[in-house]
């Protein structure tokens, strides 16, 4: 058994059992499956995320196994990106409880939680309407930028998201937006793999899944570059030489995706 406590859940908690205190908590329910709940709660007036798994059968194993994906089995997965990410300095959420329980993988009871990242707009929201009316051309860079940034950081460090959309970067508007001081942080990273190295088609993956996310919002060619160089930080005229196949592969799987989510919506 693994237990984390720090405030304001060590003095909560004191002396109880945390799963069955973590169970216990009350607030707005997002997500009710049969081996996840996931509810926004607050103490002491500031708000926290919680994510319990209660495991998901070998039964749910074994299907997304034969599918070719790979299950989450339970919330260690994201303590171990969120710390890994703390490491490499690339923002993201901040864990201040975490328990796992039990060598079953199909049983495995876990929990974390994590401090409400507020006032916030994912870059998704944020940027809903720049096809029809574009940012200032500092704005839209400086995102660029950091993304890139944040993204190359994420895998150099040995993560990959595999939710790895611009509605999981978090634009924090507690402050009048200034390109050279906003912050920027990543979350979701429930199915997220920590690793010493990420692999080649993971990478891509990501690339391609952040891509797709932006096929909609009125990026450039030269935005698409600008991304390109501050992601792998060569010269650009590098990147397109050794990069090529990749760039083809991404306009492909984009497409493949976008085309997917245009048949089918949502249920991508």
């Not at 693994?2 to 799963?19: I, S």
């Not at 796992?100 to 870059?123: C, K, M, W």
């Amino acid at each position: 058994m693994k237990v984390m406590l720090q405030p304001p859940f060590e003095a909560l908690w004191a002396g109880a059992d945390p799963f069955v205190a973590v169970e216990a908590l009350q607030g707005q329910v997002y997500r009710e499956l049969e081996g996840r709940r996931t509810l926004r709660t607050e103490v002491d007036g500031r708000g926290y995320f919680v994510k319990i798994h209660r495991g998901i059968g070998w039964g749910e194993i074994f299907k997304n196994l034969f599918s070719a994906k790979l299950p989450v089995l339970g919330a260690g997965q994201e303590w171990a990106a969120i710390e890994r990410l703390h490491q490499a300095g690339v923002p993201t959420m901040t864990a201040v409880a975490y328990g796992e329980r039990g060598a079953n993988p199909a049983a495995q009871h876990s929990f974390i939680v994590t401090e409400e990242l507020a006032p916030t707009i994912s870059l998704e929201d944020y940027s809903l309407d720049w096809r029809a009316q574009p940012p200032a051309p500092a704005v839209k860079w400086a995102l660029i930028q950091r993304v890139a940034e944040m993204t190359g950081g994420m895998h150099r460090a040995g993560v990959n998201h595999r939710d790895c959309y611009i509605c999981h970067f978090l634009l924090h508007t507690d402050r009048p937006f200034d390109p050279a001081s906003f912050k920027l942080s990543v979350i979701d990273l429930h199915r997220a793999q920590t690793r010493s190295r990420i692999s080649r088609r993971w990478r891509d993956k990501d690339l391609a899944a952040l891509y797709f996310s932006a096929l909609d919002i009125g990026l450039t060619s030269r935005d698409k570059l600008r991304f390109l160089r501050a992601y792998f930080r060569r010269p650009l005229r590098q990147v397109l030489g050794d990069e090529a196949a990749l760039l083809v592969w991404l306009e492909g799987k984009a497409a493949k995706l976008y085309a997917r989510k245009q048949r089918y919506g949502d249920a991508l």
